[in-house]
């Protein structure tokens, strides 16, 4: 088996053309192939936090097209433009959607998940944790703290409120953020008192909005510890009676990316023990920084090693189970925060290497149905030790596309088998450079030769994405594929019962754009003819079909083309 280098360099020039989202349905099921068949899946599999540590003097536009240009499908801690209670109703009755508005209603089609309470960290904040605002104080002896009998019907009116303006646009509701770390008052509450207050949450948002889902307040980040420490209370919140009170289990993790896979399977163990084993789970924080002199950082951190765990954190953890993988964050920490550069923007918002990989890694796996394991290699809970063996993971979507993410540490190889091209396509994900301004990377690129129906791979510990080469890549973020033709993004998306399907044809050509549900059933024949060069607009009307997500294909001639749509009544 030839293994053929091109070293060729791919530009990879960023476009702000959003990226599409899939829905699928049911529940975790195992399957008998070994996939990690995760059902009910929301409408995305990637997410971004927003800015971390106060980089607010940047406008809310300057994030959302940043984010956009990101690729990103959905967005988490929305920061200074979330739906927290002393920013939306600081007095009684006196509310302020403004800048939740701009980031829920954005026109790019990012999905959001707020967060209605917020973590508070000091009085100087100003921010009252779970307390009634226009009531909330700092001393715990005057008993000022949120009370079940004196505040639920404020709180009730509070989210409420919300969940009714958000209800079209907002699926997925974090009641708080890490509350395993303020477990007392006045900022937060008794574990008891807690375990009554995310119940009663649960069901004044159920009573505005049965379909929504609520993710518990995501658990308390390694931050370098052990995990025992989240696991110990998550224990003990679901023998106080927790369970009932939230959908979809939310947990952080930036320990070292080998440990990740035992993290996640003892936190299902532990839903299992509840009876909670079908439960969706989410990594809604896991990243690392970019400065190696970060404390709370990996002691392997670099800006290469930040771009490739973009890639390798997630993968692990969606051949184990996981539903959806948030990274945190967008825009950097600077100066002398703890947390400096663990953004994909720099501190100053400049586009890092992690932020191309992370485009590359949604334009590559975002809407994928099942994930599994070929090769796994040492997992362990040793943050500092670990890692080493071949790591291939298998994405499969609904349309029969197959990806590979492959890498290992200890330089082996590995043989992949049961291909169907005569060639595979592989690019390294982590870019070789980057322009000045930060707007273009490179990525290296080669092909390697299929004999048998098998291709030797000659690994690094820099992960590999693979694909075969009479497989046409879903092209969902780019402005245009190999020789200008081009399926843009439908506009708008979301949308209800109709959007627009813009495609550009170089030369003349016939045109077939069919639309099709997720298990491959063709719904409707957009065009069928051929069209002359140029841009053309057609009109998709779902009036008659169910909500949920459809594929758009376009096929010209030898060119073929994707696109997720979601249609939302």
């Known amino acids: 088996m030839a293994f053929k280098m091109a070293n060729r360099l791919l530009r990879y020039r960023l476009s702000r053309s959003r990226v599409g989202v899939v829905l699928l349905t049911a529940l975790f099921l195992p399957s008998p192939l070994g996939f990690a068949q995760i059902q ?61 508005d701009s980031a829920i209603e954005n026109s790019n089609g990012i999905q959001c998940v707020p967060t209605f309470y917020h973590m508070a960290a000091s009085p100087t904040r100003q921010v009252p944790g779970l307390q009634v ?46 509350m395993s770390s303020k477990m007392r008052r006045p900022l937060g509450l008794p574990l008891a008192e807690f375990v009554e207050f995310m119940h009663m949450n649960y069901r004044w948002i159920k009573e505005i909005d049965p379909q929504a889902s609520v993710l518990n307040p995501g658990l308390l980040g390694t931050y370098g510890l052990p995990m025992d420490r989240p696991r110990g209370w998550l224990r003990e919140f679901l023998a106080a009676g927790g369970v009932g009170s939230f959908d979809i289990l939310s947990y952080h993790d930036y320990n070292s990316w080998w440990t990740l896979p035992a993290h996640f399977d003892s936190l299902k163990a ?28 990996p002691d392997y951190a670099s800006v290469d090693e930040q771009a490739a765990d973009v890639w390798r954190r997630p993968v692990v953890l969606f051949a184990r189970g996981l539903q959806a993988y948030f990274w945190h964050s967008g825009w950097s920490s600077g100066g002398q925060s703890e947390w400096r550069e663990f953004g994909i923007l ?36 040793d943050n500092n030790r670990g890692g080493d063996g071949v790591w291939v993971v298998e994405f499969r979507w609904p349309d029969g596309t197959r990806r590979w993410v492959a890498w290992s540490p200890d330089n082996q190889t590995f043989d992949l088998t049961q291909l169907h091209s005569a060639q595979l396509n592989v690019t390294v994900v982590v870019p ?22 098998t291709a030797r791979l000659a690994l690094t510990g820099t992960p590999i994405l693979i694909e075969e080469s009479n497989v046409t890549a879903v092209e969902s973020n780019t402005k245009s594929a190999p020789d200008g033709f081009a399926l843009f993004q439908n506009y708008p998306n979301p ?15 016939n045109v077939v754009l069919k639309v099709f549900d997720l298990s491959g059933k063709e719904v409707a024949i957009l065009v069928d003819e051929e069209r002359p060069a140029g841009q053309h607009t057609v009109r998709f009307d779902a009036m008659g079909l169910a909500s949920g997500v459809y594929l758009l294909r376009l096929t010209a001639g030898q060119w073929t083309q994707m696109r997720k749509a979601i249609l939302m009544k």
């Open 40 to 100: 009910n899946v929301p409408p995305f599999r990637f997410g971004i936090n927003f800015p971390f540590r106060s980089p607010e003097t940047a406008s809310l536009a300057t994030f959302l097209r940043l984010l956009n240009d990101a690729g990103t499908p959905a967005l988490r801690q929305l920061t200074f433009a979330d739906v927290h209670w002393i920013q939306i109703e600081p007095q009684n009755d006196v509310w302020n959607f403004v800048r939740a």
């Open 495 to 509: 949308f209800n019962p109709s959007t627009s399907v813009r495609f550009f044809l170089p030369r003349k050509a």
């Open 432 to 453: 070789t450079s980057l322009s000045s301004d930060g707007e273009t990377a490179n990525f290296d690129s080669y092909t390697v030769d299929v004999t048998n129906d």
């Open 133 to 178: 605002p226009w009531r909330a104080c700092y001393d715990a002896s005057a008993n000022c703290g949120w009370n079940a009998a004196r505040d639920s019907s404020d709180s009730k009116d509070y989210v409420q409120t919300v969940v009714r303006r958000y209800q079209s646009r907002v699926k997925y509701w974090e009641i708080a953020n890490e």
């Open 346 to 381: 720099s501190a100053n918002g400049k586009k890092k290497k992690s932020f191309h990989a992370y485009r590359l890694l949604v334009d590559k796996l975002e809407g994928f149905a099942e994930a599994r394991a070929l090769s796994f290699g040492e997992v362990t809970e």
């Open 270 to 297: 532990l839903l299992d023990e509840f009876g909670l084993g079908s439960m969706p789970i989410w990594c809604t924080e896991s990243s690392i920084s970019s400065d190696p002199g970060v404390r709370i950082t």
